[in-house]
């Protein structure tokens, strides 16, 4: 699934769930919300249904932005606390929260913004 693409030459906002094994390999990438140029809501029950679905132990947090820059929001952030939080009441880790734009990405935890999960 690409998390960048064009409709009718307007980009649009992307989110997907990347489910991970026990060894974080790469299980299945889902998309779970599809919005605007200007935004998606994403829901804890959208990203974590297919996770549940496919068995995932971990999961990867990923969407686009359709402005070219990668650096996360405020919005970005509180997304990323609020499915760290709904994840650790599921028993599935969220291992980061990637954003991606104009063949750059943005990872929280390389910035530092999300602690590397550890077990």
Do not use: W
Request: charge should be negative.
């Amino acid at each position: 699934m690409e998390l960048v693409c064009a409709e009718t030459d307007a980009e649009y906002l992307k989110a997907a769930s990347i489910g991970l094994d026990i060894r974080n390999g790469m299980l299945d990438i889902v998309e779970v919300a599809r919005g605007t140029v200007h935004g998606v809501e994403v829901h804890p029950r959208e990203v974590f249904r297919p996770l549940i679905r496919m068995a995932a132990a971990g999961a990867v947090v990923a969407h686009n932005h359709p402005s070219g820059d990668p650096t996360p929001s405020t919005d970005d952030l509180l997304l990323t606390t609020r499915m760290v939080n709904a994840g650790d009441i599921m028993g599935i880790d969220v291992v980061d929260h990637l954003i991606l734009a104009d063949q750059r990405y943005f990872s929280l935890v390389e910035s530092g913004r999300l602690a590397p999960r550890i077990e």
